[in-house]
C-alpha cells in the first residue's frame, strides 16, 4: 500500500490532550501499519492528524463538537474570507471576553469557526470548558499577518479529506473495512467532562472497546492508563508508553497505553 509524502504541519491551535509529545511515537507506530483509509473519530484540533508526513488515499475526519467540524469546512472551503473576517482581531483580554460571551449558534459559519479559532489561540492550554484568557510573557498568540501563512497551508492539507461531523459510533459503521486504519482520541477516563456535558460518558468506553474488539481494520487507541481502562479493554494488545503533563503548576511524569485490535508493530530504533 503506497502512502502519498507530505509535510507535516502544526494544528490550528492548542488543545486539552493534543498529544505533542507522542505524536512522533503515535505516528512511527500508525505509518508501519498498512492501511488505504485513515479515520479519526475524536479529532480535536488534529494534533495528529497534522503533524502525519505520509497519508493514504481517503482520509476521514471527525468531531462531535460542531465549533471544530465548521472551523475545519470552512478552512476547507473559504479560507479567504475566514482570514478577512479576522483581520482587525488583536491579541486581546477585552476581545476574547466579548467573543467568549457571544453565541455560537447566532452566527454564520465563517463567524462561528472566526470566533471558535480566535479563542482557542487565546485560552489556556487549549481548555474549551471555562476557557480563560492565556496570556504569554514571550510572544504574541495572535498576529493574523503571521498566521495567514499557517491557515494557507492548513486549506492546502485539508483538500480532498472528508469531514464528517457524527457520533464516533458512525464512523466505524460507514468507514470499517480491512484496508481502515482507525485512531481514537477519546476523552481520558474520569475527565470526560473536560470537553462538555453529554460528549462522552462512562459508558461510551465499553462501547467503544466493543467496537473495536468487532472491527475488520486496525484500531489504535491512546488513552490514560487507569485499572478501569485495562479492564474495559482487556483482551486487546497494550503497550505503555511514558508521557509528561504539562497542564498544572508542576509538569508529570506518567503513563499511557495503546491500544490495538491487532498486535502493534515494535518501535524502530532512532537513528543517531
Known amino acids: 500500500m503506497s ?5 507535516p504541519l502544526s494544528p490550528p491551535a492548542a488543545w486539552l490532550g493534543g498529544k505533542l509529545l507522542l505524536s512522533e511515537r503515535i505516528i512511527a507506530l500508525m505509518e508501519a ?9 475524536f479529532l480535536g484540533m488534529g494534533g495528529i492528524f497534522f503533524r502525519r508526513s505520509k497519508i493514504p488515499n481517503l482520509e476521514v475526519i471527525n468531531d462531535i463538537n460542531q465549533d471544530i467540524i465548521t472551523l475545519f469546512r470552512v478552512l476547507q472551503h473559504h479560507p479567504a474570507e475566514f482570514v478577512r473576517s479576522l483581520r482587525y482581531c488583536v491579541n486581546s ?5 466579548q467573543l467568549k460571551s457571544l453565541s455560537p449558534d447566532a ?3 465563517i463567524q462561528r469557526a472566526a470566533r471558535f479559532y480566535y479563542l482557542q489561540r487565546n485560552c489556556f492550554s487549549g481548555r474549551m470548558k471555562n476557557a480563560s484568557y ?9 498576529n493574523i499577518r503571521k498566521l495567514r501563512i499557517h491557515l494557507e497551508k492548513l486549506h492546502e492539507r485539508l483538500a480532498g479529506v472528508v469531514i464528517e461531523g457524527l457520533p464516533y ?10 484496508d481502515t486504519l482507525f485512531y481514537c482520541d477519546p476523552p481520558y477516563y474520569d475527565c470526560e467532562t473536560d470537553y ?5 460518558g462512562k459508558n461510551d468506553f465499553s462501547i467503544l472497546a466493543e467496537a473495536m474488539r468487532h472491527a475488520k481494520g486496525t484500531c489504535l487507541l491512546s488513552i490514560n492508563d487507569v485499572p478501569e481502562i485495562r479492564e474495559i479493554f ?26 490495538s485490535n491487532q498486535e502493534l508493530p515494535e518501535p524502530q530504533p532512532m537513528l543517531l
Open 3 to 7: 502512502f502519498r509524502i507530505i509535510s
Open 33 to 41: 501499519i498498512p492501511h488505504r483509509t485513515y479515520v479519526e473519530p
Open 93 to 97: 483580554r477585552v476581545l476574547f471576553q
Open 107 to 109: 452566527l454564520t459559519d
Open 134 to 142: 492565556g496570556a504569554d510573557k514571550t510572544r504574541s498568540r495572535f
Open 169 to 178: 459510533q458512525s464512523l466505524f459503521e460507514h468507514y470499517d473495512t480491512p
Open 196 to 200: 462538555g456535558p453529554g460528549v462522552f
Open 234 to 259: 482487556s483482551g486487546l494488545f497494550m503497550r505503555e508508553v511514558e508521557t509528561t503533563y504539562t497542564v498544572g503548576p508542576q509538569p508529570k511524569r506518567v503513563c499511557e497505553l495503546l491500544i
